[in-house]
């Protein structure tokens, strides 16, 4: 495969995104190469060994035009000098009265800057999330003339507007999705014969290596040896971190348990504050986040995972979170809900329990069982470590998306004949 792959990103690196860094690092190792490019500059301390692995060059977008008037208004005039920009004006004012908004303003300005400072040796577009980064790409596909891609998960395919992805799907070369409940709905709206591919974000099998099988006796009778309970989550609404403290409250008092939650997240300090109206801050661990080295020891600790995902107010869900495969992957039964795609991974009493979102009630009921059962979460976690590992093998979602990247048309050859404009600076964004 010739030229260079530009991957757009919201954020890098990301300790919530640890699927999109693994995917990088392995297509990076099958010899693809890639430019790195984001809308917004970290904000995590830390980072996961994945992300120190990446060869990739990073560059960054203005996160707002404001911080860069200058450098945005270079890329505007620079663009507007070619008759592909005022296709993608056009666009974009169409986009406008639809959503009249700051933000579509602003993912205009940042696609001219992309558009005009990306390396000549790059021959595609690829933007992680369907929502604002494939609408910088889609932008600054039509002013340069270069295919783009995209790659669609959660929040992006259920909060943005129907129009909104329709409109993407129709320009984007392919799109892939991560759970069939998204592909699902993605196809609703797709142009007819342009399906969306489902690929599965899988695990590293390496990373998530062999583990001693093994099972602990702890049933919740001793409070010297409390059945350890893990969620590995941000602390936002749709991840139901509120529901599982009222769940944990309303366990009976004589089962010993300590439950660790790893992530960070806005509701945090809320979670904490909950916690210590419910009477549970003695037997709760906020860690915050954490590498993936440090997680992957968590997980081994452990006796439970549990994750009690809903759909939010606004309509946001997750797609199938890697933190169950993850914990999956090192013999962990979960607890969780049937959300999105999550059933796509635990079948209910076969290798996990579903419950109903938004129950408290039943997630206590689930965790009682879970926890005075050892035998039972021993035999669901052997189920599900075959599942994962059977069914989610990371190398697999590797071999299709080099096949949709290979079979991608070559860069340039749509608008070599009728554009007038100038090659690119060959630098990356800074």
Known sequence: MSGRVLFLLKGYPRLSETFIAQEIRSLERAGLAIDIVALRRPTDARA????????????????????????VARGLAAMAKRRRFWRAAAAFLRDFARDPTRNRARRFGQAAVLASESPSAVTRIHAHFIH????VARYASMMTGLPWSCSAHAKDIWTTP???????????????????AGQERLDELAPAGKGVHLVYHGLDLQ???????????????????????????????????DVLLRALAALPSDLAWRWTHIGGGALTEALKQQAASLGLTDRCAFLGALDQTEVLTHYRQSDLFVLPCRIADDGDRDGLPNVLIEAASQGLASVSTPVSGVPELITHEENGLLVAPDDADAVALALARMIGDPALRHRLGKAALRRA??????????????????????????????DDRETPPAHAAQ
Do not use: N, Q
Not at 162 to 180: I, Q, Y
Not at 389 to 408: C, Y
């Open 162 to 180: 129907d129009w909104d992805l329709a409109d993407k799907l129709r320009d984007s070369g392919w799109t892939v999705t991560c759970t069939r």
């Open 48 to 71: 996961h060994p994945v992300h120190r692995e990446i060869k990739a060059p990073v560059s960054y977008l203005p996160e707002y035009l404001h911080d860069e008037p200058l450098r």
């Open 207 to 241: 990373r998530f290596g062999s583990i001693a099988e093994a099972t602990t006796l702890r049933d919740g009778r001793s409070s010297d040896r409390p059945v350890r309970l893990l969620t590995v989550a941000r602390a936002v609404e749709k991840k139901g971190l």
């Open 389 to 418: 590992r059977g069914d989610f093998d990371h190398d697999a979602a590797i071999v299709e998306l080099l096949r949709l990247f290979d079979r991608s048309p070559a860069a340039g050859t749509e608008s070599a004949a009728d």
């Open 132 to 135: 604002t980064p494939a609408s």
